[in-house]
């Protein structure tokens, strides 16, 4: 009977051990997502979060200060879609769905590894 793949979560925290927390699973799919999600990679106007690899991430930090309107929710869209099919290629993208509230914008993710699915919500704030 083989194992669930077990893996460190991020961003790190530790576990009831003093250790860091790792984790399986649904668990484990989500801190992946939102690594490459919610890491800067390298634009125009900057060189990226990690300086090792700074291409990675999906550049949704590009989406701040710009105006809540279908333009922006369906750059969001695509945006979430080539980072997860670049940085996670087995990572399946079930659903994505990006809500405008106000002033706020939240992607919303089902996501499937195999045979473990997830579901995952990212919130943004639009900053005047």
Do not use: C
């Amino acid at each position: 009977m083989s194992r669930a793949p077990q893996n460190l979560l991020v961003p790190f925290r530790r576990d009831k051990k003093r250790d860091f927390a790792s984790g399986t699973g649904a668990e484990l799919l989500t801190s992946k997502v939102r690594q490459v999600l919610l890491t800067e990679g390298a634009t125009p106007h900057s060189t990226g979060e990690l300086p090792w690899r700074t291409s990675f991430g999906a550049g949704l930090s590009r989406l701040r200060h710009q105006r809540n309107d279908t333009v922006l929710a369906e750059l969001a869209r695509v945006y979430v879609r080539d980072a997860l099919a670049r940085w996670l290629p087995g990572v399946q993208l079930v659903q994505v769905d990006v809500k405008q509230d106000g002033e706020a914008l939240a992607v919303r993710l089902r996501i499937r590894e195999g045979t473990t699915t997830a579901r995952l919500i990212i919130p943004f704030r639009h900053e005047a």
